[in-house]
């Protein structure tokens, strides 16, 4: 993202986001409706116009996600590594969310 400093984000008005997953149930089960595994692949990056967009700036990531749903809400926790992370970028390896699953 834009930046005014090495630590500080400006942020920007244009951003590009883009996921694909793989979801699969988990294995050597029988009956697990309320869980599943996934596979996936995130890109985006944010820029400060349109006119600024370079393919070549998205951020990449993979990783390993498993959804449990509950009476509360959808617990999620995911894994990635970055694949194209630069230094002064935020990266996360573990994420963990609670909300609906679409």
């Given at each position: ?38 596979l996936f692949f995130d890109a985006g990056n944010v820029f400060g116009d349109v006119g600024d967009f370079d393919v070549s700036e998205l951020r990449t990531a993979v990783g390993l996600a498993t959804s ?35």
């Open positions: 993202p834009p930046r005014g400093s090495p630590k500080e984000s400006l942020g920007g008005n244009f951003r590009v986001i883009s996921n694909i997953e793989l979801l699969f149930p988990p294995p050597f089960t029988e009956e697990a409706s309320n869980l599943r595994f996934g449990w749903i509950t009476p509360v809400g959808a617990l999620t926790f995911s894994l990635a590594q970055a694949l194209n992370d630069e230094p002064g970028d935020d990266t996360e390896t573990f994420q963990f969310n609670i909300g609906t699953i679409f």
